[in-house]
């Protein structure tokens, strides 16, 4: 059974720094790429970083130079590192995998920067 689990999220300062996660299990993780991907309140999901099986990396022009989304094959797992957030970076985040024919999210984890 294919699971795709984010933590991480929590309550930040304008300003601040968070580092999500994402453990996925029940796939062949070096085979998948792998996405972040956000929901403000009231808007569509957006994509927010990439990074493919590869290591090709990603980002929405709104994260760039803040953002930095990394992989480790070895523990399934991906990462999100942010910093300098700011109060339009409040979101449900979302993990996603995918490959040609397949693709899984998460449940979500909640970031919300306020003062």
């Known amino acids: 059974q294919v699971q795709v689990v984010e933590s991480g999220g929590g309550l930040v300062q304008p300003g601040g720094s968070l580092r999500l996660s994402c453990v996925a299990s029940?796939?062949?993780?070096?085979?998948?790429?792998m996405g972040w991907y956000r929901r403000a309140p009231g808007k569509q999901r957006d994509l927010v970083a990439t990074i493919t099986r590869g290591g090709v990396t990603n980002y929405a022009d709104s994260v760039k130079g803040r953002f930095t989304i990394s992989r480790d094959n070895a523990k399934n797992t991906v990462l999100l590192q942010m910093s300098s957030l700011e109060p339009e970076d409040t979101a449900v985040y979302y993990c996603k995998a995918s490959r040609i024919g397949h693709s899984a999210w998460g449940q979500g984890t909640q970031v919300t920067v306020s003062s």
């Open positions: 029940g796939i062949i993780f070096s085979n998948y790429d």
